[in-house]
């Protein structure tokens, strides 16, 4: 009798109890993104996992090629995946590392980017105009002086003006942690992505940041009063910024913008990178998430949200200088 219940036991429990086990056993190891970017916010830093070479090789040669263009005096700070240097006293580039670099580049894992960079990034930081100049002219970038802060892709190095403000740092950083995640991400969503965070906050855990109004507002506010205003449709599938770069960023930064402000920017983000191969544009990706027919539908939405917003920034021109990012 004992036999035959242990045996009943074992037939109906037993198959449960293998399939769990085979799942734990065979079940995939995730990364721990968290605790890479939670190291890389902390003092003592931690690699990240899975690089294509040890970080002490992958410095050695990314700071013999700067150095070899740029002045010995300068600073160099390493601190995986980042590597600084400039004409910054060292105490200010720490800071620009401590207080913008790292908080900003844990905000956005933990919002939008599940792979950390398997290379060496590079930011070098000028703390004016003069100075920002020679170092694009030393790195073959001479006549790029208009924008507050470039990010060359192939080398993964970012040159910044810092006198434009640490706005410029969180622009140019996020394409290049974009690019480590989400390399096909549309040149539309990339900028306005990018742009978003050029005037953002953290929030009070400082583990997201929330984009605030800026000068570009105004700047599409006035575009929209036109007979022929932007449109999302052009924007999302036309030639980003062929045509009026500055009114393409206002309107690229301002729909991301409109996206975080209904809690969609990240579920986007992560559906578009999800698709980008069947919806290269991300247009589908839009409609679906916002609950519309079409991206006129979308256009509607998003400029009666624009539209209802309070005026901030009525004098754009007097912020803009003539730079671009």
């Given amino acids: 009798m004992v036999v035959d219940w242990f045996r009943s036991l074992l037939l109906t429990f037993g198959p449960i109890g293998l399939i769990g ?13 968290d ?29 013999s090629r700067i150095q070899a263009r740029l002045p010995d005096s300068w600073v160099v700070i390493n601190h995986y995946p980042f590597l ?3 004409n910054l006293a060292e105490r200010d580039l720490q800071r620009a590392l401590v207080d913008v670099v790292l908080p900003t580049s844990r905000a956005l894992a933990i919002d939008y980017f599940d ?41 993964r190095r970012l040159i910044l003006n810092l006198s434009t403000g640490d706005g410029t740092i969180a622009h140019e950083l996020t394409h290049a942690l974009a690019h480590a995640d989400f390399p096909r991400m549309p040149e539309w969503f990339d900028e306005g992505l990018a742009s978003l ?25 006035e575009a929209l009063q036109r007979e022929k205003p932007p449109e999302i449709g052009q924007l999302v599938t036309g030639n980003f910024g062929r045509h009026e770069p500055a009114v393409d960023y206002a309107l690229a930064r301002n729909l991301c913008l409109y996206l975080q402000s209904q809690n969609l920017l990240g579920p986007y983000y992560r559906k578009c990178r999800a698709r980008i191969f069947d919806d290269p544009t991300g247009r589908w990706s839009l409609m679906e998430i916002t609950g519309s027919k ?12 624009f539209l209802g917003r309070p005026i901030t920034h009525q004098a754009f021109h007097d912020n803009y200088r003539g730079l671009r990012y």
């Fill in 21 to 33: 086990l085979s799942y734990v056993v065979a079940a995939p190891t995730p990364v721990e993104w």
């Fill in 35 to 63: 605790s890479v970017w939670d190291g890389i916010a902390a003092t003592s830093g931690s690699f990240p996992p899975q690089l294509s070479e040890s970080p002490p090789e992958a410095y050695r040669r990314e700071a």
């Fill in 84 to 86: 600084l240097t400039g």
């Fill in 115 to 155: 792979h950390p960079p398997a290379e060496p990034i590079t930011l070098i930081v000028m703390k004016d105009d003069s100075s920002y100049a020679d170092a694009l002219g030393r790195l073959g970038h001479s006549g790029r002086e208009e924008y507050a802060g470039i990010y060359v892709r192939r080398s």
């Fill in 197 to 221: 965070h050029e005037e953002s906050i953290f929030s009070v855990d400082g583990r997201r940041l929330i984009g605030q109004p800026n000068w570009r507002d105004s700047l599409l506010r």
């Fill in 294 to 305: 079409d991206l006129s539908e979308v256009d509607e939405r998003f400029r009666r949200w």
